[in-house]
């Protein structure tokens, strides 16, 4: 069983940048792809990024290219989230997400293991 527990949440201005943070323990952090969802009030839970369990390979939404960049420290058993250039738009609640490496990329919410609780990012314009 792992767990994952997000911090780095918060209220920035447009423009500005943020790191989400995301802390794994209960398993062996390399075996498995890590990812970024994000769930806006009355909306559905979307794929943002996904990094595979070694690195560096990553998939972003078209929304977020350029702008956020994912990155996985297995040493540390950390994933994060840079977020630059932020919009309005970007506000809403992001989760982390884990799946096991062998059963490949998904960027459906449904087929991911397991997930942390979220962090709030609200975005002032």
């Known amino acids: 069983q792992v767990q994952l527990v997000e911090s780095g949440g918060g209220l920035v201005q447009a423009g500005g940048s943020l790191r989400l943070s995301c802390a794994a323990s209960?398993?062996?952090?390399?075996?498995?792809?890590m990812g970024w969802f994000r769930q806006s009030p009355g909306k559905e839970r979307v794929f943002i990024a996904t990094?595979?369990?070694?690195?560096?390979?990553?998939v972003y939404a078209d929304s977020v290219k350029g702008r956020f960049t994912i990155s996985k420290d297995n040493a540390k058993n950390m994933v994060y989230l840079q977020m630059n250039s932020l919009k309005p738009e970007d506000t809403a609640a992001y989760y982390c997400a884990a799946r096991l490496k062998y059963k490949g990329i998904t960027e459906r919410e449904s087929e991911w293991d397991y997930w942390g609780q979220g962090t709030q990012v609200t975005v002032s314009s």
């Open positions: 209960g398993g062996t952090f390399s075996n498995y792809r």
């Open positions: 990094i595979s369990a070694n690195g560096p390979s990553t």
